[in-house]
C-alpha cells in the first residue's frame, strides 16, 4: 500500500510524527507532502527535528496568502504530485486550506482521500477551519474521526457508512512527549523573560482571526490577560504579533511576558510546568486536558466537548463581560472531578494504518 499524508501547518505535524512511526514498522509506503502552509521555521522545521519525524519527500514552499490564493496555490502544486505518486490513499490532516486542497486534488484525480480528526465540528461558520473540514469530510472517501461525538456528527450528515473510530493521534504523541519529559529527556522550555518556572504561570495563545483581527477585540482580551494575577507566559504566534503592530497593540503589558512559539516538547513542559492554559486552540485546550492542567477558552465554542466535563475547560468569549470573576476563571485551581480517556488509549495511529491496509483495495 502508497500512501500520501498532506501536511503543511503547526498542528498537523504534530499529527504526523505519530503516523510517520507507525507507517514505519509496515512494509507500506509512506510518502509526506509538506504544503508549506506554515513557512515560519518555529512553526514548522522544529516539529521534524524535535517529533523525530523523517523530512518531507516533497516540500512544495507556498507559503501565506489570502484563503484562496493560498489553497489555489497548494492545490495546483499538488496536482502533479499525486499524479506521478499514483497512490492507493491520499491522507489528510484536520482543517485547514492544505486539508481542503489535498482533498479536491486527489478526488478530482479518482485518488481515495482518508480524512483524519473526520466528525469535528464547532457549529461556528465564521472559522474557515469550519469550513474546510466539513467540505472535507463530505468529499473523503474514509473518514477517521477520532471520538464518539464526531461519530454522531458524520451520521447526522449521513456519513456513517465511510466513517472508522480510530481515537484520537494526539494522545498518541501527547502522552508520549509527557512521559519523555517526566523522565528527563527534553530540556526545559524557553520561557518568555519574567516567567519564573518555579512559580505559578499561565501559558496563553491566541491566533484565531476572530480575537486577532479585529483591534478592539484583540485590546480588550490583551488588557484581560495583562489584568490577571498570575504571570502569563504568551507564546505569540505569528498572526498575533502582525495583527498587534499593525493595530498599535502593546502585547508585553502587566502580567503578560511575550515569547515565541515553542517546540512541542517545550509545549507540552511549559504545559506541565503551569497551573493552567489560557487559549484559542483546538490543540492546546486537548493538551491541557490530557496534561491535567485547567484551560479557559477564548471562544464561543469548542470542537472538543468532551473538555468541558467536570470544569476542565470553560468557554469564555468575552472576558469582560464576566467582571471580576474572570480573574478567578482564568485561574482557577485544577477540578477534581476525573477526566477519563474519551480521546482513546494511544493507538490510534497504529489503528489509522490498519483501517487504511484493510480499505485499500
Known amino acids: 500500500m502508497k500512501v500520501v499524508s498532506v501536511v503543511g501547518a503547526r498542528p498537523q505535524l504534530v499529527k504526523l510524527a505519530p503516523i510517520a512511526a507507525a507507517f514505519a514498522g509496515t512494509a507500506h509506503e509512506h510518502v509526506i507532502v509538506h504544503t508549506g502552509q506554515h513557512y515560519d521555521a518555529n512553526l514548522s522545521d522544529v516539529f521534524f527535528s524535535g517529533l523525530g519525524i523523517p523530512d518531507p519527500d516533497v516540500h512544495l514552499g507556498i507559503g ?29 490532516y484536520g482543517d485547514t486550506n492544505s486539508t481542503l486542497a ?15 480528526e473526520a466528525g469535528l465540528r464547532s457549529f461556528n461558520r465564521r472559522m474557515p477551519e469550519e469550513h474546510n473540514r466539513i467540505l472535507t469530510d463530505h468529499a473523503a472517501d474514509l473518514l477517521l474521526a477520532p471520538t464518539e461525538e464526531a461519530m454522531r456528527h458524520l451520521d447526522t450528515e449521513g456519513l456513517a457508512r465511510r466513517s472508522v473510530l480510530v481515537g484520537d493521534v494526539m494522545v498518541d504523541v501527547c ?13 526545559a522550555p524557553t520561557l518568555p523573560e519574567g516567567i519564573d518556572p518555579r512559580e505559578p504561570y499561565l501559558v496563553a495563545t491566541l491566533h484565531r482571526p476572530d480575537n486577532t483581527d479585529d483591534p478592539r477585540r484583540l485590546t480588550a482580551l490583551v488588557e484581560a490577560l495583562a489584568g490577571l494575577s498570575v ?6 504566534h505569528p498572526r ?14 502587566g502580567a ?30 486537548k493538551e491541557a486536558y490530557l496534561l491535567g492542567r485547567p484551560c479557559t477558552t477564548l471562544r464561543p465554542e469548542t470542537e472538543w466537548v468532551e473538555t468541558l466535563e467536570g470544569g476542565w475547560n470553560v468557554l469564555v468569549p468575552t472576558p469582560t463581560d464576566l467582571g471580576p470573576r474572570w480573574a478567578d476563571v482564568a485561574t482557577r485551581p485544577a477540578p ?3 477526566r477519563g480517556t474519551p480521546y482513546g488509549d494511544g493507538r490510534a495511529a497504529h489503528r489509522v494504518v490498519e483501517v487504511l491496509a484493510e480499505r485499500a483495495g
Open 256 to 285: 503578560v511576558h511575550v515569547g515565541q512559539p515553542l517546540p512541542y516538547a517545550g509545549l507540552v513542559s511549559a504545559v506541565m510546568g503551569s497551573v493552567g492554559v489560557v487559549t484559542d486552540s483546538g490543540g492546546l485546550q
Open 64 to 92: 501565506s496568502g489570502s484563503h484562496g490564493v493560498q489553497t489555489g496555490n497548494i492545490l495546483a502544486a499538488l496536482d502533479p504530485v499525486f499524479a506521478e505518486a499514483a497512490p492507493d490513499w491520499v491522507l489528510v
Open 240 to 253: 498575533l504579533v502582525a495583527r498587534a503592530e499593525e493595530y498599535g497593540v502593546k502585547l508585553a503589558q
Open 102 to 116: 489535498g482533498a479536491v486534488s486527489a478526488v478530482k484525480q479518482h485518488i481515495k482521500v482518508a480524512h483524519l
Open 175 to 187: 502522552l508520549n512527549i509527557r512521559d519523555a519529559v517526566q523522565r528527563g529527556e527534553h530540556p
Open 336 to 338: 477534581e472531578a476525573p
Open 231 to 236: 504571570p502569563v507566559a504568551l507564546l505569540a
